[in-house]
């Protein structure tokens, strides 16, 4: 499966942001999804992943009430919509799938196969 992350941008903190994680090769129902980031000079890190069911989600306690990913069947995406938008969200955001994930391998960036490139999400402050 190929997937593309799209939605980037630049903004002001506390603005909001979309990204949309596009897959094309394959469907993404029953696919867990993950969004991760990375900031310059920092290890990625995860930030929020859909169960392959769609019913469970986690995240990390950094974006836990502002960041919410959802599902679109129709359209084969994964979204990611992010508000309340802080400067230490600025990193490069990626997403990922994995057809195999049980529910407490969703936030191990390891143990995902498929990547996409990443897209860029600036907060000045």
């Known amino acids: 499966v190929q997937l593309q992350a799209s939605g980037g941008g630049v903004v002001r903190a506390g603005e909001s942001l979309r990204l949309s994680c596009t897959a094309s090769?394959?469907?993404?129902?029953?696919?867990?999804v993950g969004w991760f980031r990375q900031a310059p000079g920092k290890e990625r890190e995860f930030v929020a992943a859909?169960?392959?069911?769609?019913?469970?989600?986690v995240y990390s306690d950094s974006v836990k009430g502002r960041f919410t990913i959802s599902r679109d069947n129709a359209k084969n995406t994964v979204a990611l919509q992010m508000n309340s938008l802080k400067p230490e969200d600025t990193a490069v955001y990626y997403c990922a799938a994995d057809g195999s994930l049980i529910y407490s391998s969703l936030s191990n960036g390891n143990a995902y196969d498929y990547w996409g490139q990443g897209t860029l999400v600036t907060v000045s402050s």
């Open positions: 859909s169960h392959r069911t769609g019913s469970g989600t």
């Open positions: 090769g394959r469907t993404l129902r029953g696919v867990a």
